[in-house]
């Protein structure tokens, strides 16, 4: 099931690390600057072949040195499983572009074989973008759970994307046209109009695929926020919003609006501005909720779709999940609720604290505590 070892070798500041986690939980402890998040990055770095801190790998290499490596080993509990144990190795060098990807001892190109070896959720500091920041990294959360479910998303969400930049660089050229003089040929309407029927079936896959990840995730994010506070529970509501108006289907939309879309130069509605909206009495909830609200609100977000994920394949046996300073703005009460939850899951946890007696209420069979040092 678990990840049972791990080495990082001038990652940062950590020039030869070695941890072999507890296959339950794992809290990871020291001052601050000793290199805690550095551990998580690594994980992430070996499963996503990128950081989550600035997506600059080149960054992650130590100062002083011109390669940095990740090692890992993955065990099973079951035997003759394809793929059940396994190592993912990955290392980069500063004159570079990209990084080195070893699964057991085969060189991949490509990232999909490890993604579907390995349920992962990362919550991080950062993770109050998905709440405060703008909807587009809305849209990327419903995208990355429908992304694992749906086998046709990717292709169907680059045509669309093709198809819709295309409609938008001849609104774009005929706009100054059609402001000036007011009108536009039918041939020129032509122009744009050959575009619908393409964009309107795309459309309307991606809008299927993505309405339904939200209502398959709302149902574990009710019943987490229910357990951390039943008053959140009762008030904050999750809700698809499809990106254009609820009155017109969208080949009406097309249709009716195309002059609207002619004077702003592009398509104004559709899909790709979908968006994932969570209210609180009709409020957007980031203006009401206190900080360690959002941050609850937040968890059960991630946890819903951790949880979706990984019972879209119960035989899968690795599932990891990285929380990075976690117990910061949450009480002992909260804290306590969370590390409930996440014991009913199958999933491994790896957590990083500046404070190791906040998680003394963890049962020591099942928990394993590192403490990071400066060297
Ligand atoms: N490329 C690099 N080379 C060497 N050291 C680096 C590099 N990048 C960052 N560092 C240093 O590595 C250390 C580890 O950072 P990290 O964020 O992992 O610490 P942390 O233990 O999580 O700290 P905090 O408690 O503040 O969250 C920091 O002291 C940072 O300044
Ligand atoms: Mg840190």
């Known amino acids: 099931m678990p990840l049972e070892l791990l080495k990082i070798h001038n990652g940062r500041n950590l020039i030869q690390y070695s941890l072999r986690p507890h296959p339950k939980f794992n809290i990871i402890y020291g001052s601050n600057g000793v290199g805690k998040t550095t551990i998580l990055e690594s994980i992430y770095l070996l499963l996503r072949s990128r950081t989550f801190r600035n997506n600059k790998f080149k960054t992650f290499i130590n100062y002083n040195e011109n390669t940095c490596t990740v090692f890992s080993r993955f065990s099973s509990l079951k035997e003759n499983t394809l793929h059940a144990s396994f190592s993912i190795g990955i290392s980069r060098s500063k004159d570079k572009v990209q990084p080195v990807l070893h699964l057991n001892s085969n060189k991949i190109n490509s990232l999909s074989s490890i993604t579907n070896l390995v349920v992962l959720g990362l919550i991080t500091p950062e993770s109050f973008n998905l709440l405060d920041a703008g909807p587009s990294i809305r849209r990327k959360f419903i995208d990355w759970g429908v992304f694992h479910v749906e086998p046709f998303f990717l292709n169907d969400w680059r045509s669309f994307k093709k198809v819709l930049s295309s409609r938008n660089s001849i609104l774009s050229k005929l706009s100054k046209k059609y402001r000036h003089y007011k009108k536009i040929g039918t041939d020129e309407l032509e122009l744009i ?126 599932n990891v999940l990285l929380l990075d300073d976690i117990d910061s703005e949450l009480d002992s009460k909260n804290l306590n609720i969370l590390f409930t939850i996440l014991s009913t899951l199958p999933c491994q946890t790896l957590a990083t604290t500046t404070n190791k007696s906040r998680y003394d209420f963890m049962n020591e069979k099942e928990c394993e505590l590192f403490h990071v040092e400066h060297k």
Not at 223 to 249: A, C, P, Q, V
């Open 193 to 318: 109009n050959c575009w619908n029927p393409q964009l309107l079936d795309l459309n309307n896959k991606l809008d299927v695929y993505r309405s339904n990840q939200v209502k398959q995730i709302s149902h574990y994010f009710k019943k987490y926020l229910f357990l951390f506070s039943s008053t959140l529970s009762e008030n904050i509501s999750l809700s698809y919003s499809r990106g254009w108006t609820k009155e017109l289907n969208f080949s009406q939309y097309l249709k009716d609006k195309i002059y609207e879309d002619l004077l702003a130069g592009y398509t104004r509605y559709g899909t790709h501005r979908c968006e994932l909206k969570i209210a609180l009495n009709n409020n957007l909830a980031k203006e009401i909720l206190s900080r360690s609200q959002k941050k609850i609100v937040i968890i059960c977000l991630i946890l819903a779709q951790f949880r979706f994920l990984v019972d879209t394949d119960p035989t899968r046996e690795h």
